[in-house]
């Protein structure tokens, strides 16, 4: 009997953590080499200068740094693995004329205390991250080429009613008011 619970204890164990470990799988976590404290998780997304706007009603750090700086030339999100009191996502800023990139967290303190945040990194742009930056902003400022449209279809000439072939219908005459 007690052969019997060992076994099946060890096959549950093995069989969540094989679960487990699948799930982990599907999403991306990482640590850099700048942050090794911050686990990434999934791909960063841009973010709109009103969304930054936005975050920075929340992030008192975030919000100082726009007034003194101006606004960047590409902001994005990063979820991260959420460690007390921080939020699960850091908002990144990019200044490319200044190779600076600055990362705002939201600690989750208190309600009384809404607009707590700080800043968590600053620091040189990363190379690839910078032609990756480089690219998607001159997408943004390249015009989007028009569209292809197919040439109007030309109905060919006709060729006139030969005298043989009865003149075409006309309409009935309108009815006269005598």
């Not at 019997?4 to 069989?15: C, G, K, N, P, Q």
């Not at 007034?67 to 979820?79: C, F, H, K, L, T």
């Not at 197919?150 to 219908?169: D, G, H, I, L, Q």
């Amino acid at each position: 009997m007690t052969h019997r619970r060992l076994f099946v204890l060890a096959t549950v164990v093995l069989l969540s953590a094989a679960t487990g470990h699948r799930c982990i799988g599907e999403v991306r976590r990482e640590r850099t080499e700048k942050r090794p404290t911050v686990t990434e998780i999934g791909e960063p997304y841009s973010i709109s200068m009103a969304t930054l706007q936005r975050e920075a009603e929340n992030i008192s750090d975030l919000r100082d740094f726009l007034i003194r700086n101006g606004y960047p030339d590409y902001a994005e999100v990063q979820e991260v693995a959420p460690q007390w009191p921080w939020e699960s996502y850091e908002v990144r800023l990019y200044y490319m004329h200044w190779n600076l990139e600055v990362d705002f967290g939201h600690v989750l303190f208190s309600t009384a205390m809404a607009d707590l945040g700080v800043e968590k990194f600053q620091g040189e742009i990363a190379p690839e991250k910078r032609h990756e930056i480089d690219v998607i902003l001159q997408a943004r400022q390249t015009p989007p080429e028009p569209p292809t449209a197919e040439p109007p279809a030309v109905a060919p000439p006709m060729a006139p009613a030969s005298a043989s072939e009865p003149a075409a219908a006309s309409p009935p005459p309108a009815p006269s008011s005598l």
